[in-house]
């Protein structure tokens, strides 16, 4: 529950539950998104982005090691919590268009998550009504 979609901030953990290490590029640019608005529309925000890694950038995580990553969600998403209401987020990673070293090339999607904006900050009037088009005489 958030007042504003300004002050918002969320850690979540990025783990490997395969017995081998892997290494990804775990930054701002690759966290993303996806989120169910409160007027039933999905978003898919953040991440993906064309990048080049470097050793040094890495993340690496041995088996059934866990780290985290704390973004600003309106940074990454702008212009998607415009309206108050109850939104439906899902933390998710996307390195497919990561290149350099080899490391973890895909999306992965986390659990959702309810929050709700109390202040949203767009125009939070109704949408104007249209009545259909109908032949002149």
């Known amino acids: ?6 002050e918002y901030q969320t850690t979540f953990g990025v783990g490997n539950p395969d017995p081998r290490t892997v290494a990804l590029l775990l930054r701002p640019s690759t966290v993303g998104f996806v989120v169910e608005t409160p007027q039933g529309n999905t978003v898919r925000c ?6 080049t890694s470097i050793r040094e950038l890495l993340t690496t995580l041995p088996p059934k090691a866990k780290t985290s990553i704390t973004v600003v969600v309106d940074a990454i998403c702008p212009d998607v919590f415009d309206h108050p209401g109850l939104y439906g987020v ?48």
């Open 46 to 51: 953040g991440g993906g982005t064309q990048m």
């Open 1 to 6: 529950d958030i007042g504003s979609v300004f």
């Open 90 to 137: 899902r933390p998710r990673v996307d390195t497919r268009k990561v290149t350099g070293i080899p490391s973890f090339a895909g999306e992965a999607v986390g659990p959702p998550s309810l929050v709700r904006v109390r202040v949203g900050k767009g125009d939070d009037r109704g949408s104007p009504h249209l009545d259909p088009l109908t032949p002149s005489p």
